[in-house]
């Protein structure tokens, strides 16, 4: 059982890092939403004897709307902003693909820090909650396109969830649901929003959203 | 003992040139090709051999000194790997940093022997080679780092007579991650596919093959044996991670013999269903496969 949790996570890491060296889009949002489906799989492996219905139901609802919904919404955007792969990063994917895996090195550093609530739970877990949340975090800076930033905004909200599993337990659940709705909220909005960027200034860059004037120069 | 590592290098001496057969067969095969014929590199080597040499006036002895040293530092490394679950020939502390620079030293001959011949063309491929073969060494190391870790052991011999099923049972996604490391770098240094292709001779995207233009005759078959020993070597470092038996006996040689087969069928395959990456995403293939290595020491560490 050990063996398969740590295979799931070993996958999660491996799609934290493959987040952070591709440049197109389609395949980036796929990578997200197989993380996604991982995700509530690992719940499901380290509850996995005794599952009780509402982490059930927690599950599902991850699976669902981080496996399906989220890749659609993010598909959506996608073709109506009619962009296919993130060009030019202000971090270039080689270098972004360096620091991710000097990420794991220092997550695992932090990890042995912290006093962990269930130290039953694979010694894993932590450190890979906290490479995704620091992959995410990566995404968001290191990103031109908003679509690419809105996918380091779901990776760093699945680490916040690992983290969530790993520190409380079942008690979380309704924590959880919250967050799922405001990711859900968020992504959403996101979509709108990015269509919309798109429809005023042409391109979904948002370095160049800082430059905003009344009128063309 | 050691009559059967000597009938193993024997046998690699023998063989190495079967696997590119095997895999230029499987390639045809995807193709829907009659392809090459599987032994056709032994005609060409004994067809090179009964020729003369030509050299152009503008090259000196190092152009004539590097296939020789190549062959030479790679059947030193080839004594070095152990095969079919048993001791290589020679061992000793710290021979896996020897054969990493006996490969590095083959490469630095073959990259000085083409520089020499003045050519710009073999330049720009001596440049493409260092410039992956400094990626990938890392890499190598790297990799082979982890089993140094698992073994606690700095010879290679005893490294690989570690890997035992039980350790694949314990840490098997760390083991799996090394295995995928050491295939990326497998593909690179025999300059196979999502890297280099072998078949092009004249397009400005090569990178192996164009350093070896102006070779002919003896020189040339040197060369060509030399990659396949060398194809060989790095195969039987993936294959006896990934077949974790121990002991002697006939059954072991021909299990790891089926295993090379296999690889070199698997490399076909990639082959046949991949094309060649763009030149800019090589260097980034061997980071990941840098960060694949990086991430199975974290896993060991724990």
Known sequence: ?217 | MYAISMFHTALALLLAPLLLGIINQTKAFFAGRDGIPLLQLYYDLWKLLHKGAVYSRTTSWIFRASPVVGLAAVLVGLTLVPWGGQAALLSFEGDLILLVYLLGTMRFFTVLGALDTGSSFEGMGASREVQFSALAEPALLLALAVIVQVSGSISLSTMYAALTPALWLESGPAMIIVAAAILLIYLTENARIPVDDPNTHLELTMIHEVMVLDYSGPDLAFILYAAALKLWILGSLLVGLLLPVHGQGWFNTILFFVGMLFLAVVTGVIEASMARLRLQRVPQLLVCAGALAVLAIVLMQR
């Open chain 1, 1 to 217: 059982m050990n063996l398969w949790i740590e295979l799931l996570l070993v996958s999660l890491a491996l799609t934290n890092l493959a987040l952070t060296s591709l440049c197109r889009l389609e395949t980036c949002i796929r990578v997200a939403a197989a993380q996604g489906i991982l995700l509530g799989l690992v719940t499901v492996a380290l509850h996995s004897p005794a599952i009780s219905l509402h982490m059930l139901v927690l599950v599902l609802g991850i699976i669902v709307l981080k496996g399906l919904v989220f890749p659609w919404l993010l598909f959506r955007a996608m073709r109506q902003a009619r962009v296919r792969r993130e060009v030019e990063p202000f971090v270039s994917f080689t270098w972004s693909l360096l620091i991710g895996t000097l990420a794991l090195p220092t997550a695992m550093w932090l990890s042995s820090r912290l006093p962990a609530a269930h130290p039953s739970h694979t010694p894993l877990l932590i450190p890979v909650a906290l490479h995704a949340i620091l992959a995410g975090l990566l995404l968001i800076v290191s990103r031109r396109k908003a679509i690419t930033q809105v996918l380091g905004y779901l990776v760093m909200e699945n680490g916040i969830y690992l983290f969530g599993i790993a520190l409380v337990g079942e008690e979380s659940v309704l924590v959880d649901l919250a967050t799922l709705l405001d990711v859900f909220v968020g992504v959403f909005v996101m979509g709108i929003a990015i269509f919309h960027i798109n429809r005023t200034f042409d391109h979904i860059d948002t370095d160049r959203l800082s430059a905003l004037k009344d009128w063309p120069s």
